[in-house]
């Protein structure tokens, strides 16, 4: 608790520094009324009556909360705030928040069960062909009904899963070519990993058969289980751990 004339900092997005000074002479930013209370808040440099730091949207009160939003000279709350100026999802509209996995494609961002095709609604899966055709998301299939060129200028674009290691668990996107191979990051859920450690629990290096009904068990390919199963023991060997906890999203690395 904050002791008598002492400041009470919220954050905002633009890092501002908190200046501690007595409240003698300070006027409320709110109610333009002197302050005689015996606490008060600061924002960005400016004071306000507890009860005044309010959400210029929702109106909730903001004085006892650890952090608030300023833009604009305007106070937010971080609901209102990622709602107004957050990244949204170029299909639904909708906020992406900072936990959520997305898809990208160019300089759109999509929520993962928004990404998919315009035309029949399916969502597309991890290391799929897609393309882009005016600002439409279309699968390989309806794409190509709308070609009316040669194959040569065909644009697809080749969908990875999210990157481990971002913030916003964005995904990347790349142009596909003729390639021999491609590499293709699967994304596990927290289910399927939850099936995957109890059963590397009960046995690290399963035979073909186990391999199988583990992959039909968790909706994973073969190869994918197969390969997870080598990472794990692998990483088993080296830090006598398993390669990952069932509480984490992860992701593999397969070459087909």
């Known amino acids: 608790m904050t002791t008598p004339h002492e400041d009470k ?8 520094s908190v200046d501690h000074v007595s ?22 440099g400016r004071a ?11 109106g909730d009160e903001l004085g ?18 990622a709602r107004q100026f957050g990244t949204k999802c170029a299909r639904c509209g909708r906020s992406i928040h900072a936990n959520d996995w997305v898809r990208r494609a160019r300089n759109c961002v999509y929520h993962l069960a928004c990404f998919a095709c315009d035309n029949c609604k399916r969502q597309l899966s991890t290391g ?3 393309a882009l055709k005016d600002d439409s998301v279309l699968c390989k299939l309806h794409y190509l009904e709308t070609l ?13 899963s999210p990157d481990l290691d971002s913030e916003d668990s964005p ?43 583990i992959a039909q068990l968790t909706g994973l390919s073969k ?3 197969q390969v997870w199963f080598q990472n794990s023991r692998a990483r088993q060997k080296k830090y006598g751990t398993p390669l990952y906890s069932p509480s984490q999203r992860a992701s593999a690395t397969v070459t087909y």
């Open 171 to 213: 995904s990347s996107t790349s142009r596909s070519g003729r390639h021999k191979a491609k590499r293709v990051r699967t994304t596990f859920t927290e289910e399927q990993l939850q099936i995957l450690q109890a059963n590397f629990n009960i046995d690290s290096n399963p035979d073909g058969q186990d391999l199988e009904r």
């Open 128 to 130: 799929e062909e897609f």
């Open 148 to 160: 009316d060129s040669s194959p040569s200028d065909r644009d697809y674009q080749e969908v990875f």
């Open 9 to 16: 900092a919220l954050s905002s997005p633009s890092l501002n």
């Open 48 to 58: 306000w009556h507890t009860k005044c730091l309010r959400c210029c949207v929702c």
């Open 223 to 225: 190869r994918v289980t």
């Open 23 to 44: 409240t003698q002479g300070e006027r409320c930013v709110g109610c333009e009324a002197r302050i005689i209370d015996r606490y008060l808040v600061k924002v960005s």
């Open 64 to 81: 006892k909360e650890a952090t608030c939003y300023t833009k604009d000279n305007k106070i937010y709350c971080k609901t209102d705030y």
